[in-house]
């Protein structure tokens, strides 16, 4: 059995209440851990307390930085403080950032230091704390297989009928590399070779670690866009603007029907924690229905 599981550093926000009711209603005998960060603070809202109590949903505090020290090699610990952080910024600019301490550099991406680098730090970093927790955990916590959701997905069908013996990620819209805001590992096996690549390219952010190349080295499948990420399919009602998921027009029923209709595995809405959806929004149509007895 696939152990489904997600990661939050800070207040969980209310807007997960569509994921998790996703996940129940399509996954009514599978198990939810949700690893709650108490490095930078966790805190589950009144509106959410009834994951604390449902039978499918195990709530897990731990420290993520506990489990960095452990298993992230090479590792520099010591670039904390105004100093660094003044460092970092010197180092950014443009006239600058050409000097290599240690990083990689795109212009979509700009800087991402390398692990080992003097200037490297993840403490304050909540994204890339994700990207390093959704690839540590299945390697510190589980057996089997493993399936890690970001918390700004919306479940659309039984993953379980996808999770078989490969590993799989989702495009990045059209770039040579995946999102791993879904990520699922068949063995503990193929865990720890996704964390011995992040340890040898040293660093564990989707563009540098689940490029086409590594992912056909550990044979992951990527999943085009189109059954993922309405916000990155062009040909989508609720293509190219996220808070078209939040907002009520007439066109929210057909953007819903429109899910299920070109048999989306799931929807990534993008962040938006902050978002208070508005009624009969896409978001607030598959609340309701998934919400329903």
């Given amino acids: 059995m696939t152990q489904f599981f997600g990661y939050w550093g800070g207040s969980l926000p209310p807007v997960t209440n569509l994921h998790f009711r996703s996940f129940i209603h399509f996954h009514p005998n599978s198990k939810y851990d949700l690893w709650l960060d108490a490095d930078v603070g966790q805190s589950i809202p ?5 994951l604390k109590t449902h039978p499918q949903i195990n709530i897990r505090v731990f420290s993520l930085k506990q489990l960095v020290s452990r298993y992230v090699t090479p590792l520099t610990q010591t670039a904390e403080g105004g100093l660094f952080d003044a460092l970092r910024f010197i180092h950014r600019k443009k006239i600058l950032r050409h000097i290599n301490l240690k990083n990689y550099y795109s212009p979509l991406f700009k800087l991402n230091y390398k ?15 994700g990207d390093l927790a959704r690839c540590i955990i299945p390697v510190a916590h589980y057996d089997g297989p493993s399936l890690y959701a970001d918390l700004d997905v919306c479940f659309l069908s039984d993953l379980n009928s996808i999770c078989m013996d490969q590993g799989f990620v989702y495009r990045w819209e059209d770039y040579d590399f995946a999102n791993s805001a879904i990520l699922y590992l068949p063995s503990k096996k193929v865990a720890e070779q996704v964390l011995d690549v992040g ?7 989707p563009w540098y670690l689940f490029t086409d190349v590594i992912c056909n080295q550990l044979n992951l499948k990527i999943y085009p866009t189109n059954l993922f990420d309405a916000m990155w399919n062009p040909k989508s009602l609720l293509a190219g603007d996220a808070l078209k998921f939040f907002k009520k027009t007439d066109q929210s029923v057909a953007m819903v029907e429109e899910l299920f209709e070109k048999k989306y595995i799931v929807n990534h809405w993008h962040n938006n ?21």
């Fill in 273 to 293: 924690w902050r978002t208070i959806p508005e009624t009969g929004s896409p978001y607030e149509l598959l609340l309701h229905h998934f919400s329903e007895k």
């Fill in 46 to 50: 009144s509106d959410l307390n009834w």
């Fill in 199 to 205: 340890n040898q390219v040293e660093c564990f952010r």
């Fill in 115 to 129: 692990h080992s680098s003097p200037l490297f730090t993840y403490q304050r970093d909540l994204v890339y704390r």
